[in-house]
């Protein structure tokens, strides 16, 4: 069986949750083989070797701390002259993005994005235009190079562990072209991260003001353990900072349950969360489209809704 | 310094957008067409650049005929010059070819920075800025919402996870700027009329020296198998809050298990 290369994203060695997502996709198409890069591996070998993986290719070393991108793409190029993969999974982010970009440049291969599924013969799934079309595709040049969504699929346990082999990273010329000179961390919520929660509880322009996120959104989300997120609206009256918006410009999320409160579901904040499991709704105008998309919508005030349903969320803990 | 500004028209932000039966390909004709939204950050970025020392920035995009509009209407922000890359033998053609038209546009013209948007609001990709980069052989410096050239040095913030990464190259290099890094500028009267005259190239694929057999439809490296309008949601529970909305909420969130 073919092998298909995973990218882990990670941080530090602490595994994310859509690495092992892809793990498990991975399994669907030929046998997993994890491309770990930078830091950490040992700390992730047992998880990922419990999550399907058969080998973890690692490359370590001070270029993945000092260049972005290319490194990791330099690693991948290597592997799939080697192994000639049935294809490689590449996780949905910023980064992840641009490494499939570079890489299918490299390889002179196809590149898809946003996959939400892949079939045993490598045709992707993508929810387009904000998830108001389904597209089947498949990469008809070289080795597909497909990046793929958190949420998409469950993790899969599988007992098994896995065989590390170590790769050689060299430094590239067009690695070292950047340099990393400082990494800046701003405060962290505690809160998880919006692109991967399970459940994200939104405000958009019925929040009324800034004092509305941290009175009655923010408790709400804190009471279900959820990521905020914001419409345009709110974040450009500049009530909650930019990173949260969820929309067209903003970021795309597909969690188990949306909450939306006070959002009238315009496109632009639809094709952000309209792939969502479950959703939500709160909002007094009846007639705000973000009804159509709800499983459960109530007609009324967020600013005494939402409170009594943190208290109630609370009671039960 | 010379800046060259890529954008793509793009349909409406604010409009459904769709897929044409034939051939799978954006249906371009559905909505209103508009510069995409997150390239007018890239323009204001490089004329703020121009701006703080001096220099020209040059529009280029590749489209159809009607792309020539978005050209125009980038210009009017305040840059000088145009380059549309339109042939008919274009269409169809995905983030590969598209790469390789641009780079081979931007090729050998000496630009000290290629600026692009973030992303395209239709296909979302992300990814031309990164395979420009890799084509042209010039450092990425892509996600910025801080961009700033001392010297022959440029330092970007590159917007992480975790907040940003602050990093360094040499000029010349391709950057692609994030939503909200500045406020882009409405265009003046004087510029919309300057940009009417401005120089605008109309280039061919044989202009720039490719050939069709390397972009369209047909040469793509990926194919649409199929697609289909996602059904609509079947009508869930909407209620009328009487004092029972949390309630309510509550006993619909315990029985899909989230509580």
Request: aromatic share 4%.
């Amino acid at each position: 069986m073919a092998e298909v290369l995973v990218l882990i994203e990670h941080s530090e060695g602490t595994v994310k949750k859509v690495a092992l997502e892809l793990l498990a996709m991975a399994a669907g198409i030929g046998e997993p083989s994890a491309v770990f890069v930078g830091p950490g591996a040992d700390a992730a070998l047992a998880t990922l070797g419990d999550h399907g993986a058969k080998t973890v290719y690692v490359a370590d070393g001070q270029a993945f701390l000092d260049h972005v991108v290319v490194p990791t793409v330099d690693v991948l190029v290597k592997l799939v002259s080697e192994k000639s993969p049935a294809a490689v999974l590449i996780p949905s982010s910023a980064d992840g993005k641009e490494v499939a970009g570079r890489l299918a440049v490299a390889i002179d291969s196809g590149v898809i994005t946003d996959a939400v599924a892949v079939s045993a013969d490598v045709i992707a799934t993508q929810n387009v235009f904000g998830g108001a079309t389904i597209v089947h595709s498949k990469v008809s040049k070289g080795t597909p190079v497909i990046t793929v969504r958190t949420n998409s699929i469950a993790p899969v346990q599988t007992g098994g562990s896995a065989t590390r082999v170590d790769v050689a990273a060299e430094v590239s010329a067009a690695a070292s072209a950047t340099k990393v000179v400082n990494r800046v961390s701003v405060q962290k919520s505690g809160r998880p991260d919006l692109s991967e929660a399970a459940i994200v509880v939104s405000g958009g322009r019925g929040v009324g003001g800034d004092e509305g996120f941290t009175n009655v959104i923010e408790p709400l989300a804190d009471s279900l353990g959820a990521a905020v997120g914001a419409s345009r609206a709110a974040t450009d009256a500049g009530w909650y900072p930019h990173q949260f918006q969820v929309g067209q410009t903003g970021k795309t999320v597909s969690p188990q349950l949306y909450v939306a409160s006070g959002i009238s579901g315009a496109i632009q904040h639809r094709a952000g969360m309209q792939t969502s499991k479950t959703v939500v709704v709160v909002n007094k105008d009846a007639d705000a489209p973000i009804f159509d998309l709800a499983d459960f919508g109530v007609v009324g005030d967020l600013h005494s809704v939402v409170p009594d349903l943190t208290a109630r969320v609370n009671a039960r803990k | 310094m010379k800046i060259c500004v890529c954008v793509k028209q793009v349909p409406d932000s604010w409009a459904e957008k769709k897929l044409t039966a034939s051939d799978s390909t954006l249906d371009r004709a559905a909505a209103d067409r508009v510069v995409n939204e997150l390239d007018e950050y890239a323009v204001e970025e490089a004329l703020r650049i121009v701006e703080a020392s001096e220099g020209e920035v040059t529009i280029l995009s590749m489209g159809p005929d009607e792309a020539a509009d978005s050209v125009r209407k980038a210009i009017s922000m305040g840059a000088h010059a145009g380059i549309h890359i339109s042939d008919p033998a274009l269409h169809g053609s995905d983030a590969l070819a598209t790469s390789l038209v641009l780079a081979k546009a931007l090729e050998g013209r000496g630009f000290d920075l290629i600026i692009f948007g973030s992303e395209s609001t239709d296909a979302r990709m992300s990814v031309v800025p990164a395979m420009v980069s890799a084509r042209l052989g010039l450092p990425q410096m892509t996600f910025a919402n801080k961009v700033e050239i001392s010297g022959s040095t440029l330092t970007i913030h590159r917007v992480t996870d975790y907040g940003y990464d602050e990093v360094q190259s040499s000029l010349p290099a391709v950057v692609s700027v994030v939503e909200k890094t500045n406020e882009p500028r409405y265009p003046s009267f004087k510029n919309i009329m300057a940009a009417k005259k401005a120089p605008m190239e109309t280039l061919s694929l044989a202009d720039i020296g490719l050939d069709a057999a390397s972009v369209g439809l047909a040469n793509a490296w990926s194919e649409v198998k199929d697609f289909a309008e996602r059904p609509a949601k079947a009508k869930g529970t909407v209620i009328t809050d009487e004092g029972n909305g949390a309630e309510k909420i509550e006993e619909f969130l315990v029985t899909q298990k989230f509580i």
